[in-house]
């Protein structure tokens, strides 16, 4: 019988499981208690007894993320993760401190389908989804390593967490459960390239949870040729949808515009831009675009961003040029990865 991965079971799932089997039904929370602290092995359980501990190894197992490599900021101390998992398959995390604690970054899949054109992850392509307990193994690695408590999460590494949602929200249940890390919703952050159906079905959970929103263009003409996702739903949907999100939630939407030269950074797009966010609950984190190997594109200048800045403020918009943290290892997210994959191959 193929073994359950035990660490993407909600504490209520392992008990029922228990309990079928004829076990001690208080056994679920002690081993629901080691799994979120991190054990990464049955034997560390050493409440359970050997029989209970062989049981276990029989029936499950725990999927764990091992550190293939990390670089350090030699600036503020960010650290950057690749991870890999039991089959090999190899994601980035990024842990960064800002004064109100440690909040890591992690991703959601292994590469990502979306094919946005200035993205890393999305030119390596998509290879799997990554399971709940792999999304929580990444912060438990993290936080091994680094002996910091993680405060703050944000689903913003590899992957659109929208195309694995399902594995996504029991992450979430986990995540925030009170005998897992018991981190709070208003703690957590999601980011999404803009899956409109799925943004309506995470409005009607009513999830305290900060939707962030890569918008990155004011109209679907510069969006459908930089994010592909935009031919299936355009700019003035993807804003319904998210007028709706905070409707449901009353949470303020943070969208994310990152300003390439020569693309999306000039005046008439601030104003379209402005145009379009006018009456929406939002903030607008302008980031400078990463340059990404092979895609041409560079970051707007700061003359361009200060400019945009002005002309969103004028018209009533809260927006910020995102502070960037570990400037030196801050590959954009999915280069670690590729540069890695490209070591192996070759290429
Ligand atoms: N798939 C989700 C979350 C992961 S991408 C999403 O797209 O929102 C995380 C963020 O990094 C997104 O805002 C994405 O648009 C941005 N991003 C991707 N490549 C970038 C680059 N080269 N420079 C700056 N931001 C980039
Ligand atoms: Fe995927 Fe997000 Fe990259 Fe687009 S920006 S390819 S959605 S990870």
């Known amino acids: 019988m193929a073994r359950e991965e035990i660490n993407s079971m909600t504490e209520d ?8 089997q004829g076990w001690p039904a208080f056994r679920a929370r002690q081993v629901y208690q080691w799994l979120h602290r991190g054990a990464e092995d049955f034997e560390r359980m050493t409440d359970q007894s050997k029989v209970i501990r062989q049981l276990l190894a029989q029936k499950y197992y725990i999927s764990v993320a091992s550190i293939e490599k990390k670089l350090v900021s030699q600036y ?33 899949q292994v590469g ?13 392509g998509f290879s799997r989804n990554l399971t709940p307990a792999e999304m929580l193994a990444q912060i438990q690695a993290a936080q091994r390593d680094s002996g910091q408590r993680i405060s703050n999460i944000v689903l913003m590494g590899m992957g659109e967490p929208l195309d694995n949602y ?13 005998h897992g890390l018991n981190i709070g919703m208003r703690h957590i952050s999601l980011s999404t390239c803009g899956v409109v159906d799925k943004i309506y079905d995470l409005a009607d959970r009513r999830l305290q949870l900060t939707l962030s929103v890569s918008l990155h263009a004011p109209n679907d003409g510069i969006r459908s040729q930089t994010m592909p996702v935009n031919r299936r739903w355009g700019v003035d949907e993807l804003l319904k949808a998210c007028r709706y999100y905070s409707e449901q939630t009353h949470r303020r939407i943070s969208f994310e515009y990152a300003m ?5 950074d000039s005046d008439a797009c601030a104003r379209e831009l402005a145009g379009k966010l006018r009456g929406t609950l939002s903030h607008i984190n302008l980031i400078p675009v990463n340059q990404v190997t092979g895609t041409g594109y560079h970051s707007a200048s700061v ?12 018209s009533g918009l809260t927006a910020t040029v995102r502070r960037t943290l570990g400037s030196d290892i801050n590959a954009s997210c999915g280069q670690l990865r590729r540069r890695r994959q490209e070591e192996v191959t070759g290429l």
């Open 112 to 124: 990502c389908k979306m094919g946005c054109t200035f993205c890393a992850t999305g030119q390596s």
């Open 260 to 264: 390439i030269s020569g693309v999306n």
């Open 13 to 20: 799932e392992i008990r029922r499981d228990f309990t079928a």
């Open 166 to 178: 399902e594995n996504v929200l029991r992450f979430l249940e986990l995540v925030s459960s009170e």
């Open 303 to 314: 003359e361009r961003q200060r400019a945009f800045i002005r002309i969103l403020e004028k």
């Open 76 to 108: 503020d101390n960010t650290m950057k993760y690749l991870f890999r998992f039991a089959d090999g398959e190899m994601v980035e995390s990024v842990l960064m401190q800002y004064h109100h604690g440690y909040t890591i970054c992690i991703s959601t």
